[in-house]
């Protein structure tokens, strides 16, 4: 099955730095990945998320970049905010599959 | 607005009890999932359903079972609680068919097993 390994477990930056979080998927039929956000106590909710034929998607701070060949995708969010500070996860899925997860991220922005 | 709930927020059970986890979503999605959610591992996939009365096994099935008898309804068992089990649990659910559907999430059942 699906594996997805995901880097840094932490990241802190400052507020208005970039933050970059690095994911890697082992099936190369995957064509779905998806990142979720999930504040403290709240449940996961989709922010971005980009499908095989493309190789970047953005959408205001936030952009996804996807390296076929390579099997990996990244997070980038720019001028990071206190409000970015949650738990961040990649994911991948191939066909009618269930979304395989990565660990997670947890991002802090300092203020 | 998509709505996805769970029974219990907070479950607290003793070792050896049947505990039933309850889900419930209002939009009609074909596919619902349970996943549990431990720090450090992300979230690992149980089971999932397409389509009433189907279901498929995650990664890590051993100790659950699940029960889908009507589309909007996806239930979580443990037929033998054991303390390793302890953990959150978050429902999801999505549109079936095309492979590029969101999946929603539950609150989450943070369940401790004494």
């Known amino acids: 099955g699906e594996n997805v390994e995901q880097h840094p477990s932490t990241l802190s930056v400052q507020e208005g730095d970039s933050a970059v979080i690095k994911c890697t998927y082992s099936?190369?039929?995957?064509?779905?990945f998806p990142w979720y956000k999930q504040e403290l106590g709240k449940r996961p909710q989709l922010i971005i998320d980009?499908?095989?034929?493309?190789g970047e998607k953005k959408d205001q701070r936030i952009a996804v970049t996807l390296n076929k060949t390579a099997k990996h995708f990244s997070l980038h969010i720019t001028e990071t905010q206190p409000e970015d500070s949650a738990v961040y996860f990649c994911?991948?899925?191939?066909?009618?599959?269930?979304?395989?997860f990565g660990s997670g991220t947890r991002l802090q922005v300092q203020p | 607005d998509v709505k996805v709930t769970q029974s219990s927020r907070y479950l607290v059970k003793r070792t050896g009890e049947k505990v039933f986890l309850e889900c419930v979503q209002d939009?009609?999605?074909?596919?619902m999932f349970w996943y549990r959610q431990d720090p450090g591992l992300g979230l690992r996939l149980i089971y999932f359903?397409?389509?009433?009365?189907?279901?498929e096994k995650g990664d890590i099935p051993e100790g659950y079972s699940v029960s889908r008898e009507k589309k909007e309804r996806f239930s979580l068992i443990l037929e033998s609680a054991s303390t390793n089990q302890t953990s959150m649990y978050l429902c999801?659910?999505?549109?079936?068919?095309?492979?590029?559907?969101?999946?929603?999430f539950g609150p989450g059942t943070r369940l401790t097993v004494l």
């Open positions: 994911a991948a899925r191939e066909g009618r599959r269930a979304l395989t």
């Open positions: 980009i499908r095989s034929n493309v």
């Open positions: 939009m009609d999605h074909e596919n």
């Open positions: 359903s397409y389509d009433v009365k189907m279901k």
């Open positions: 099936d190369s039929a995957s064509n779905y």
């Open positions: 999801a659910s999505s549109l079936g068919g095309r492979t590029y559907n969101e999946q929603f």
